[in-house]
């Protein structure tokens, strides 16, 4: 790859046999150290298990490790499909949030007084977390769109005690870009090779069109506000009221009974997305927010939307946030 230089090939000569057996080993050696310690899990998404890595629809690396996106992006929507891509775009963007996540909780930390007055410590520095976002910011160069959401980092702080908080730790942020620096660009060297194995293999493999490569150029990239499974959050209207209608025939083509289609009926139409089964039975789990066993118009809509979310590359949560219960159901729930 073009921005890799040299130099930079020569050192660590650890190999990987598969993209995804790579990603796998440095997630775990390098990237969920970092995670661990500074509580990432409790904050924004659990740990990865080998099945997340393992999952099919992977598309492809963006950012700032790339200089030259669109040309990468001509290339790569050329090769066949289940490129391996897409995983390591999710664990770029991960690591960029972790590492962001580190510097929070370790400045929080730093500010905790020793002896006394700890609890309004505390309630100050969530008050001005904003302004604490604002100086990590400049003091680390980082991207605004690297940090996670103010309202809910301050809402989620307030159920944790900071003096337990670890201060920085440069060895496992040192892993991390040694990760985002070598690890990556050698695991994207070897996806051209693992695709011309496959097509040998597989003679007629198709090209990759469609689906979650559509609109990509014109996709931001980073951890952004308002993106995955935020979209829609504090707005009066149902996010996925908005899409309903692309579900809807699909609704009807799958032969719903007094307004609901079964599981195996979903089923047949949710495997389309190429999902692993682990998380496809995520997305019917929060699907059926009635727990009824079966699916109407506006859970089919919503498992519709889960699937989208998760193809976009980011991750879903075990519990339905509020903002995505179907406006039907809000009721009954309360
Ligand atoms: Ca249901």
Redesign the pocket.
Known sequence: MRWLSDDRRKKEPEVFDTVVEGLKKIYKTKLLPLEETYKFHDFHSPPLDDPDFDSKPMILLIGQYSTEEQDLFKDLQSLPRNAALRKLNDLIKRARLAKVHAYIISYLKKEMPSMFGKDNKKKELISKLGDIFGTIQREHQISPGDFPNLKRMQEQLAFHDFTKFHQLKPKLLEAVDNMLANDIARLMQMIPHEEETMVENNAGGGVVQGGAFEGYIESPFGIGRGEGIDMGRGEHEWVVGKEKYEYDDSFQKLNPING?ITGAAAKSEMVKSKLPNSVLSKVWKL??????????AD?WALANHLIKIKLDGHDLPSDLPDHLIPPSKRNDMA
Do not use: F, I, Y
Not at 287 to 296: E, I, S
């Open positions: 609901k699907a059926d927010v009635d727990r009824d066993g079966m699916l109407d859970e």
